[in-house]
């Protein structure tokens, strides 16, 4: 059973006091009126290209090992609340002067067999050359405004806007859960590696330590890693045990500016061809470690090694093809946008031959 909450019930929000800040939405949602009223009468190309992060390759060395004794686990009775944060952009079109974008964000929790779901957006920009600085300015200012990186002051290049904002989105669910959720496991997509632009080290830093002070612990799962043993991805490299288990690395060193605030593992958690990178906050004790993963074996469901709340949330911030259409003809509706369909120049040249711009 799934029940859907939204920042106006707050009161019903089954998280601990303190209350939810609300800031940062209602800084996204007016940023996004305010680039919006600068595209009236201007006309739209069309474009359901999904924006994804792409993990740095270049931010480990590759001299490390897998220890070759996996660590077995043991399913853990022990009754605790499951929660999980996914954020995701699209981008929904062009105009002359810039890009139009949508970014959606979302997290689940279990309790007491049931999941529930808070989810914002989606939040719609039109971002340009001329207002991206504006606006990665204006959220630095309204959120990051603790942090004093100089790597991270300058705005990304537009194709980067949508990404910098999910992330920007994604953090603060995190640092809500984390200052709301009380012993807890909340579960993250990605990796706890920091000092990258859309991930700060020191937001990254205050995010865990606001969990550990609450008894939370957080494990972070990578659904992509570029990490190898010998060649082989580590999700790949595993050994002929019978799961759940977890394989644990050792020697993995990054590159500055990058920062790995968790130790890494390999998660094996069901049968099956599936493993992910898990990372879990390496100031947690490793007996608490391994047991929030035990505890997570019975508090969760898992298919193919991957917990649902995760899943969830997942699928609830994902953009489908009905909703990109929907807001394509509201953007048009309210802000009289001309709908146009530029020739896809690699089948205009090319012909059968031509895989277009997506797929080139």
């Known amino acids: 059973m799934i029940e859907q909450y939204t920042i106006a019930t707050t009161p019903k929000y089954n998280f601990p006091q303190p209350t939810i800040d609300t800031t940062l939405p209602k800084r996204l949602t007016q940023l996004s009126l305010n680039s919006l009223q600068q595209v009236q009468n201007n006309t739209i190309q069309l474009n359901q290209q999904q924006i994804q992060q792409i993990q740095n390759p270049d931010a480990y060395t590759q001299n490390f090992q897998l220890k070759p004794q996996p660590i077995q686990l043991k399913p853990n009775h022990e009754k605790t609340i499951v929660?999980?944060?996914?954020?995701s952009s699209i981008k929904i079109g062009e105009t002359a002067t810039g890009i139009l974008v949508a970014i959606r964000g979302a997290t689940v929790w279990k309790q007491n067999r049931k999941y529930?779901?808070?989810?914002?957006?989606?939040?719609?920009f039109h971002m340009t050359e001329e207002n991206k600085n504006q606006v990665c300015a204006a959220l630095r200012n309204t959120y990051l405004n603790t942090l004093n990186e100089p790597n991270h002051q300058?705005?990304?290049?537009?194709?980067?806007?949508?990404?910098?904002?999910?992330?920007?989105?994604?953090r603060w669910f995190q640092t809500m859960l984390t200052k709301t959720m009380a012993n807890s496991t909340i579960l993250f997509d990605g990796s706890l590696t920091s000092g990258t632009p859309d991930t700060p080290t020191a937001l990254l830093k205050e995010i865990l330590e606001n969990a550990r002070k609450r008894g939370n612990v957080v494990l972070a799962f990578s659904k992509m890693t570029t990490l190898r043993v010998n060649g082989h991805l580590i999700t790949e490299a595993l050994p002929s045990h019978e799961p759940p288990?977890?394989?644990?690395?050792?020697g993995i060193k990054t590159k500055p500016p990058t920062l790995l605030l968790g130790d890494v593992y390999v998660a094996k958690l069901t049968c099956g061809n599936c493993a992910f990178r898990l990372d879990i906050d390496k100031h947690v004790p490793n007996e608490q470690k391994i047991r929030t993963v035990e505890t997570l074996l019975t508090n969760d469901l898992l298919t193919q090694s991957y917990p649902e709340t995760l899943?969830?949330?997942h699928i609830l911030c994902t953009f489908t093809a009905n909703e990109v259409i929907a807001m394509q003809h509201f953007l048009a509706k309210r802000h009289r946008l001309r709908i146009v369909n530029r020739p896809d120049m690699h089948r205009l040249l090319f012909g059968p031959f031509g895989k277009g711009e997506n797929n080139a």
Do not use: K
């Open 245 to 250: 288990y977890l394989l644990e690395t050792y």
């Open 154 to 170: 300058s705005a990304p290049n537009l194709q980067q806007v949508p990404l910098r904002l999910a992330s920007t989105l994604e």
């Open 311 to 313: 899943r969830l949330a």
């Open 116 to 124: 529930r779901y808070l989810r914002l957006g989606p939040f719609i």
């Open 83 to 87: 929660a999980a944060v996914d954020t």
